[in-house]
């Protein structure tokens, strides 16, 4: 079936670090691939999304490529800032559409 | 815009009760998504409702049940509620039910607890 798989974390850094969480997918067909994101006492947020091979989601100076080739949706963001710190979810909707599979999440803790 | 809104916020049950979670969509969104958040792991599908029809269910026992009204806000009910069941709960909501394309807004969840 499909499945997401995303770093452990918690991942911590100093601020104005460059940021990677790992995310990579099984699944059959087209699936649409997001990135949320959950602030402390939230729901969650959608960051970015991309629907297709090659395709780049970015929004807030964070980005991620959905690479079929390698199955993997890695989110970046070259500066983080301590209000990005946050639980990081990568996700998978599958080509029928039916429901979001998400990773177990990564929290970030930024440092100032 | 309201957002998806949840209610309540908090709530606090005995071991054996049974509750009712409620969700209200964004307007113009037919779809309603539950998911269950225990502490410390991550987002496990509960329930799936579009125009009214219950359209998928995760691996759930079935005192966890739910509808959709036909203004598209929902419900969710835990029959004989365990200490397990002790979560965030969160709603989500889409444009469409079957639109990969899209991704969910989510509400602000549920916590609920059982002791």
């Known amino acids: 079936g499909n499945s997401v798989t995303q770093m452990e974390g918690p991942v911590t850094l100093s601020e104005e670090a460059f940021l990677t969480i790992n995310c990579t997918y099984t699944?059959?067909?087209?699936?649409?691939l997001f990135w949320y994101v959950q602030y402390p006492g939230e729901g969650l947020q959608l960051l970015l999304k991309?629907?297709?091979?090659?395709d780049k989601g970015s929004n807030k100076g964070f980005e991620a490529t959905y690479r079929k080739e390698t199955t993997s949706f890695h989110l970046e963001k070259g500066s983080v800032q301590v209000s990005d710190s946050a639980v990081y979810f990568c996700a998978l909707r599958d080509s029928g559409g039916f429901k979001t599979i998400f990773g177990a999440g990564t929290r970030l803790f930024v440092k100032a | 815009e309201a957002g998806v809104t949840q209610s309540p916020t908090h709530l606090i049950k005995t071991r054996g009760q049974q509750v009712t979670l409620r969700c209200s969509p964004i307007s113009g969104h037919t779809s309603v998504y539950w998911y269950q958040q225990a502490l410390g792991l991550g987002l496990q599908f509960l329930l799936w409702?579009?125009?009214?029809?219950?359209?998928n269910r995760g691996n759930f026992p079935p005192r966890f049940s739910g509808r959709q009204f036909p203004n598209y806000s929902s419900e969710l009910n835990v029959n004989a509620l365990e200490l397990e069941d002790s979560a965030l709960y969160l709603c989500?909501?889409?444009?469409?039910?079957?639109?990969?394309?899209?991704?969910?807004?989510f509400g602000s969840g549920t916590r609920l607890t059982v002791v």
């Open positions: 991309a629907t297709k091979a090659d």
């Open positions: 409702y579009d125009e009214g029809e219950e359209r």
């Open positions: 989500a909501s889409s444009p469409s039910g079957t639109g990969v394309k899209y991704g969910y807004t």
């Open positions: 699944a059959t067909g087209y699936p649409s």
